[in-house]
């Protein structure tokens, strides 16, 4: 069904799309931005916050996108959610932008849909996913209380998330391929110096086994070591991240990665579609990072509105 021409489209409702629709509908522009599932994004699974300014004591995830959402809505960005983007063609001044109920005219576009956890890839994975398999401590942490688990991953993630199941499990295995965690600073020093933690270094996962639930790993060394079993209630994967842009290949170009390429204003091959936030190469994946990306585009893309309608004040 084809609809009206809106001036944006935003795609993604994580903290990039829900900044760049706060100042798309605060500068009265009209834009819809469409999501997935609901606004909220990565941030919104992370318990807590501590390194977004202006927040001392830091501040739930949730909450903080939560805050973004109603500050957006209260301009009057519409939202629509459970909407996916589907595709998009360049169709020169009006962009065609697919999502799962409707087909768009959109004078420029925000492509912000951030990634997903990158699966590991082994036997189990797939089979005991939701029966001990997770990607997400802060759902799945309190229906392992008292219980042990791994945490697979030495980044970021893997350290905050494993810190969080430490609260809830008995003990928490961090299983890295390397000697030192990857994730430095205040997370190393919380994690090394937590009774509850222990480390599995210089191992991979080789296989996730179980009966009706995970019931252990097999381990295998990085340096040719036998392979170990442990014993684990369950597993959670932290070992990268896989941009969501699949439907938009062959539409923008897109890194070695599948990150979308930009250039500094934020433009995407494609003129009138920029990108903002973790989807787009080069991005530090943080939320103050995507929150500022979010600012870049939305400037832009009215600039680039504007522009087409002969209305930019310049
Ligand atoms: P990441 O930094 O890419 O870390 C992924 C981890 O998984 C690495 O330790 C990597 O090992 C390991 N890994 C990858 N493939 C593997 C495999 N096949 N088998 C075993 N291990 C494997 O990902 P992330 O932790 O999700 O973080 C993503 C980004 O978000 C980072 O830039 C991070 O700083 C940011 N972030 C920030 C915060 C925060 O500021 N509080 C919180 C979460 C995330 P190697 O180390 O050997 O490569």
């Known amino acids: 069904m084809a609809e009206k021409a809106v001036d944006v489209v935003v795609a993604g409702g994580g903290p990039a799309g829900l900044t760049a629709g706060l100042y798309l509908a605060r500068a009265r522009m009209d834009v819809l931005l469409v999501e997935k599932q609901a606004p909220g994004g990565a941030p919104a699974l992370t318990e807590k916050i501590e390194n977004y300014p202006g927040f001392p004591e830091g501040i739930s995830g949730f909450e903080l996108v939560d805050r973004m959402r109603r500050q957006a809505e209260g301009f009057g960005l519409r939202i629509s959610s459970f909407n996916p983007l589907e595709g998009l063609e360049d169709g020169g001044d009006l962009k065609k932008v697919r999502t799962a109920e409707a087909e768009i005219a959109a004078r420029a576009v925000v492509l912000a849909m951030g990634m997903r956890p990158a699966k590991l890839g082994v036997p189990g994975e797939e089979e005991f996913h939701g ?61 090394l110096s937590n009774p509850k933690m222990d480390f599995a270094w210089k191992k991979t996962v080789k296989e996730i086994r179980g009966e009706d639930r995970v019931t252990g790993l097999v381990l295998a060394d990085v340096e040719g070591g036998p392979d170990v079993e442990i014993e684990v209630d369950g597993v959670f994967l932290y070992v990268g991240n896989i941009p969501n842009t699949e439907e938009v290949r062959g539409t923008v170009e897109l890194d070695e990665r599948g990150f979308i390429k930009t250039d500094a204003d934020l433009r995407t091959s494609v003129p009138g579609v920029f990108a903002a936030g973790d989807v787009r190469s080069g991005a530090v994946w943080q939320v103050a990072a995507a929150v500022g990306d979010g600012v870049r585009a939305a400037l832009r893309a009215q600039f680039h509105v504007e522009n087409q309608k002969g209305t930019a004040y310049i």
């Open 131 to 191: 029966r001990g398999v997770s990607y997400c401590a802060t759902c799945d942490a309190a229906f392992f209380k008292d219980g042990v688990v791994a945490v697979v991953g030495g980044g970021n993630s893997a350290v905050e998330e494993a810190l969080f199941l430490s609260r809830f499990a008995r003990k928490v295995i961090i299983v890295h391929r390397r000697d030192r965690l990857r994730a430095g600073g205040v997370l190393e020093e919380r994690a």
